[in-house]
Nanobody, 119 residues
């Protein structure tokens, strides 16, 4: 059973919007630090948004992170997308920590969903 499963990626034109979803198995996210990351070809993985179990959010630019614990789901709303946002987007979780403090703390990762933004 895959612990995290992303969906919602696709191809959009610049200026468009997408909402990514991440569904967790069990009650993984209820008391966990959760995050969205992305990696473009030839580039290092970067943090897009973090959300600790208390609701504190750290977000990059035009994105909004949210979670629905009742649905075991994490979301990433992406607005005014730009070609440089093109990347594989990953959902991740640290089920052993309610706080987010380091990229290296994330022990559960989804398989990713591709976002492609054309100019």
């Amino acid at each position: 059973q895959v612990p995290l499963m992303e969906s919602g990626g696709g191809s959009v034109q610049a200026g468009g919007s997408l909402t990514l979803s991440c569904v967790a198995s069990g009650d993984t996210i209820n008391s966990a630090c959760m995050g969205w990351f992305r990696q473009a070809p030839g580039k290092e993985r970067e943090t897009v948004a973090l959300n600790n179990a208390y609701g504190l959010r750290t977000v990059k630019g035009r994105f909004t992170i949210s979670r629905d614990n009742a649905k075991n789901s994490l979301y990433l709303q992406m607005d005014d997308l730009k070609p440089e946002d093109t990347a594989m987007y990953y959902c991740a979780a640290d089920p052993d920590s309610v706080n987010c403090y380091s990229v290296r703390q994330f022990t559960l990762w989804g398989q990713g969903t591709q976002v492609t933004v054309s100019s």
